[in-house]
């Protein structure tokens, strides 16, 4: 595969998030209405598509708990396939609760449902309470939460040969769902310097993941022909299709790694059958992808 700019996801892509933002997710749900998905179904979300933004999904989840005690009678994953045909998304996710229940009973979880106080249980379980005081400027006492944020079990996923080999032979730029303060935080974990007008982050754009704009913007900004974006969700492969039949001028390859919510056999062929043009078992398969080994 030839390329002249890499673009990297972060988030199952440089560092693992199951212990940190999944758990936030699933934790965060118990926390606020005593109920809760396995964590193994947050994948259900991700491949249903939409759910680049872990706040939203988490909105989501809790919605199919409330809906749940209210007569919804289906597995999570019947529910996110219903949200995957509406398009994906939390307004998917919304109009799958609408229609599956009585008026009555939808008036009940819309009352319930609070999403910015699931937010911010969120951020006080993922950040911790130093990190939660900083970022969020919240009183981290008004959680009985953990004295350390999952965001310390983030395991490095990249290695540093890799950083060195990718960064010394192309332009590298960033597209994550993270916001900004957290994306800085996995990078310098990751030991990869991405100045900000190689990157794009929650802050820094409305649309999000699978739209093209922060793909098509890069590869703008680095004059490119050949862009190869690596990410771990369906979402991320989609965005590199999408941007490929936006941008005629350029190339997008999207390639799917097997270090996030999709592994195995099963997960290289979910990526493939969106489009992928290459599917590794981690990050650092992509030099020898690029033949720089």
Same mark, same amino acid.
């Given at each position: 595969?030839?390329?002249?700019?890499?673009?990297?996801?972060?988030?199952?892509?440089?560092?693992?998030?199951?212990?940190?933002?999944?758990?936030?997710?699933?934790?965060?749900?118990?926390?606020?209405?005593?109920?809760?998905?396995?964590?193994?179904?947050?994948?259900?979300?991700?491949?249903?598509?939409?759910?680049?933004?872990?706040?939203?999904?988490?909105?989501?989840?809790?919605?199919?708990?409330?809906?749940?005690?209210?007569?919804?009678?289906?597995?999570?994953?019947?529910?996110?396939?219903?949200?995957?045909?509406?398009?994906?998304?939390?307004?998917?996710?919304?109009?799958?609760?609408?229609?599956?229940?009585?008026?009555?009973?939808?008036?009940?979880?819309?009352?319930?449902?609070?999403?910015?106080?699931?937010?911010?249980?969120?951020?006080?379980?993922?950040?911790?309470?130093?990190?939660?005081? +900083?970022?969020?400027?919240?009183?981290?006492?008004?959680?009985?939460?953990?004295?350390?944020?999952?965001?310390? +079990?983030?395991?490095?996923?990249?290695?540093?040969?890799?950083?060195?080999?990718?960064?010394?032979?192309?332009?590298?730029?960033?597209?994550?769902?993270?916001?900004?303060?957290?994306?800085?935080?996995?990078?310098?974990?990751?030991?990869?310097?991405?100045?900000?007008?190689?990157?794009?982050?929650?802050?820094?754009?409305?649309?999000?993941?699978?739209?093209?704009?922060?793909?098509?913007?890069?590869?703008?900004?680095?004059?490119?022909?050949?862009?190869?974006?690596?990410?771990?969700?369906?979402?991320?492969?989609?965005?590199?299709?999408?941007?490929?039949?936006?941008?005629?001028?350029?190339?997008?390859?999207?390639?799917?790694?097997?270090?996030?919510?999709?592994?195995?056999?099963?997960?290289?062929?979910?990526?493939? +059958?969106?489009?992928?043009?290459?599917?590794?078992?981690?990050?650092?398969?992509?030099?020898?992808?690029?033949?720089?080994?």
């Amino acid at each position: 595969m030839e390329a002249d700019a890499v673009v990297l996801d972060v988030d199952g892509v440089l560092v693992d998030v199951a212990d940190s933002y999944r758990r936030a997710i699933v934790d965060s749900v118990e926390r606020v209405y005593g109920d809760t998905v396995p964590k193994a179904d947050v994948q259900s979300f991700k491949d249903a598509g939409g759910f680049n933004n872990d706040w939203e999904l988490t909105y989501a989840a809790a919605l199919y708990v409330l809906a749940r005690r209210e007569g919804l009678d289906c597995s999570v994953g019947a529910f996110t396939d219903r949200i995957a045909e509406r398009g994906g998304g939390l307004d998917a996710a919304e109009a799958v609760v609408d229609d599956a229940l009585a008026d009555a009973a939808v008036e009940r979880v819309r009352d319930a449902w609070d999403p910015e106080r699931l937010r911010d249980v969120f951020q006080q379980l993922y950040l911790g309470p130093d990190l939660y005081a +900083d970022i969020e400027g919240g009183d981290p006492a008004a959680l009985d939460g953990p004295d350390q944020g999952y965001i310390d +079990d983030e395991p490095v996923l990249v290695a540093a040969e890799t950083v060195e080999t990718l960064t010394a032979g192309y332009p590298v730029g960033v597209v994550t769902g993270r916001p900004a303060a957290e994306a800085d935080i996995a990078l310098e974990r990751a030991g990869l310097s991405v100045p900000d007008d190689r990157r794009f982050t929650m802050d820094d754009w409305e649309e999000g993941k699978p739209h093209p704009k922060a793909l098509t913007t890069l590869a703008e900004r680095f004059d490119a022909d050949a862009v190869v974006f690596v990410g771990d969700t369906l979402d991320d492969v989609e965005t590199a299709v999408n941007a490929d039949e936006a941008d005629p001028d350029c190339d997008y390859y999207g390639v799917g790694v097997l270090t996030g919510g999709l592994t195995g056999a099963e997960g290289r062929r979910k990526y493939e +059958d969106a489009g992928a043009a290459a599917v590794v078992d981690s990050v650092n398969d992509l030099p020898e992808l690029l033949g720089e080994d």
